[in-house]
């Protein structure tokens, strides 16, 4: 095996950890927000916080890392692909440090200090944040696969387009509702 293989394999494992993982607990979350209380609701993104740090976020960087290695050593050089999925890994990298990681933290910390029913809208906010997050990861694996050059406008719009949908959907209000 040589070295170009071995880091496409530690690349794809460490995306599929980051991506598949973290895309599975917003899933997660999502299903529970119709049956479960307040307060499972609540511990299940608590649960979501801890492994932002301890696993999601280490995924991120040994993806990030081992991708940049790959691009040297596989000799792909400085493609679409490589320089767009290189700026969407450091925007979702950067966007879970400072976005969503604090807002799960400020959905615990308002639940604490006001009850787990006054953290609902705020968990509600956090997950539409992980939609846009998701559109820009799942964009990033599209582009891995498909490796467009920079004459493929309808791919690039089409990407585009689906961030951008999903921006507007995780940025409209959210409904009051009465517990």
């Given at each position: 095996?040589?070295?170009?293989?071995?880091?496409?394999?530690?690349?794809?494992?460490?995306?599929?950890?980051?991506?598949?993982?973290?895309?599975?607990?917003?899933?997660?979350?999502?299903a529970r927000a119709k049956s479960a209380s307040a307060?499972?609701?609540?511990?299940?993104?608590?649960?979501?916080?801890?492994?932002?740090?301890?696993?999601?976020?280490?995924?991120?960087?040994?993806?990030l890392a081992s991708g940049v290695a790959l691009l040297?050593?596989?000799?792909?050089?400085?493609?679409?692909?490589?320089?767009?999925?290189?700026?969407?890994?450091?925007?979702?990298?950067?966007?879970?440090?400072?976005?969503?990681?604090?807002?799960?933290?400020?959905?615990?910390?308002?639940?604490?200090?006001?009850?787990?029913?006054?953290?609902?809208?705020?968990?509600?906010?956090?997950?539409?944040?992980?939609?846009?997050?998701?559109?820009?990861?799942?964009?990033?694996?599209?582009?891995?696969?498909?490796?467009?050059?920079?004459?493929?406008?309808?791919?690039?719009?089409?990407?585009?387009?689906?961030?951008?949908?999903?921006?507007?959907?995780?940025?409209?209000?959210?409904?009051?509702?009465?517990?």
């Amino acid at each position: 095996m040589d070295l170009s293989t071995l880091l496409k394999f530690v690349h794809v494992c460490a995306a599929l950890i980051w991506v598949g993982g973290g895309f599975v607990m917003v899933l997660g979350g999502i299903a529970r927000a119709k049956s479960a209380s307040a307060e499972d609701q609540l511990a299940h993104i608590r649960t979501v916080a801890f492994l932002g740090t301890r696993l999601f976020m280490p995924a991120s960087i040994v993806t990030l890392a081992s991708g940049v290695a790959l691009l040297f050593a596989a000799g792909w050089g400085w493609q679409p692909f490589t320089i767009l999925g290189l700026a969407g890994i450091v925007f979702t990298a950067a966007f879970g440090a400072l976005v969503l990681g604090p807002s799960c933290e400020k959905v615990a910390s308002t639940a604490e200090a006001w009850g787990a029913v006054s953290a609902l809208p705020m968990l509600r906010r956090v997950y539409r944040l992980a939609g846009l997050d998701y559109a820009v990861q799942f964009a990033i694996i599209f582009l891995m696969v498909v490796k467009p050059s920079w004459s493929d406008f309808a791919v690039f719009g089409g990407m585009a387009s689906v961030i951008v949908l999903a921006a507007l959907a995780a940025l409209r209000p959210i409904p009051q509702t009465t517990a």
